[in-house]
């Protein structure tokens, strides 16, 4: 029976709204986005060393650091603000890759745009 193997924590459907954009009433206000974020934790024991939340990463964490990045500041593009957010996240203690999707949901009427990055190691 194997003792290991690879993890992934997902942070999936978060909404929440972000000042992003370059048109005009972007600029003036902010919009919904959606955040999905995958982390690579790569070969983890299937039982933790113990059941202490301090020896693990905290999803809490990771949903905090996703809010707080893309609500900092007022960023023109998306992919601006997508690469400032892979990049906090690829910092986090453990974490050996990250795949991040933005949406934009209300920024035209018929569609939404997203843009995905992946970065590190899958």
């Not at 301090?54 to 707080?68: E, Q, S």
């Not at 986090?92 to 590190?120: H, S, Y």
Request: charge should be negative; glycine fraction near 6%; proline fraction near 5%.
């Amino acid at each position: 029976m194997p003792k290991q193997g690879l993890q992934v924590l997902s942070l999936t459907g978060l909404r929440f709204d972000a000042n992003l954009g370059i048109l005009e009433h972007e600029k003036t206000s902010p919009q919904p986005i959606q955040v999905d974020a995958e982390l690579n934790q790569g070969t983890q024991p299937l039982l933790p060393c113990d059941d202490d939340i301090d020896h693990v990463l905290d999803y809490r964490k990771v949903r905090k650091i996703i809010i707080d990045e893309c609500t900092a500041e007022h960023v023109n593009l998306l992919e601006s603000l997508i690469g400032k957010l892979a990049h906090r996240l690829m910092q986090l203690p453990g974490v050996l890759g990250v795949r991040v999707k933005i949406t934009k949901l209300e920024i035209f009427e018929d569609c939404e745009v997203a843009i995905r990055m992946e970065a590190g190691q899958w």
